[in-house]
């Protein structure tokens, strides 16, 4: 997303792409899956403006993906709801992920 710039992007939305990233345990993730979905988020952090929003839809629980969100180099206010689900279905989880500051601590961020 290099040719994207710097706080440019109001509102990103993902139904899929962080979930693919993600095997193994839930309680202990793989290092590929702490690295790379931590790249991705810090990569929206810098492309989100400071009043933007990230809307996250998953099936993953809270307690699990909420450490994978707020990982090194980002800091979110996150707000979940829980979506659909009866007691025949599972339920969904929507995330409104806003960024509170942590932008960038490498001083990396181009505009």
Not at 2 to 14: K, L
Not at 19 to 38: E, L
Not at 72 to 93: A, H, I, M, Q, R
Request: charged residues 20%; glycine residues 10%.
């Amino acid at each position: 997303m290099d040719t994207i710039h710097s706080q440019s992007i109001d509102v990103a939305f993902d139904k899929g792409t962080l979930d693919a990233m993600i095997h193994g345990s839930p309680w202990t993730p793989p290092p590929d899956v702490v690295d790379n979905t931590g790249r991705y988020m810090r990569e929206l952090t810098r492309v989100l403006k400071p009043t933007g929003r990230l809307i996250y839809i998953t099936y993953r629980q809270p307690r699990f993906i909420k450490p994978l969100l707020n990982c090194e180099g980002t800091k979110w206010d996150l707000t979940v709801e829980t979506l659909g689900g009866s007691d025949s279905s599972f339920g969904y989880y929507g995330f409104v992920c806003t960024p509170t500051g942590a932008h960038d601590p490498a001083g990396t961020t181009q505009s």
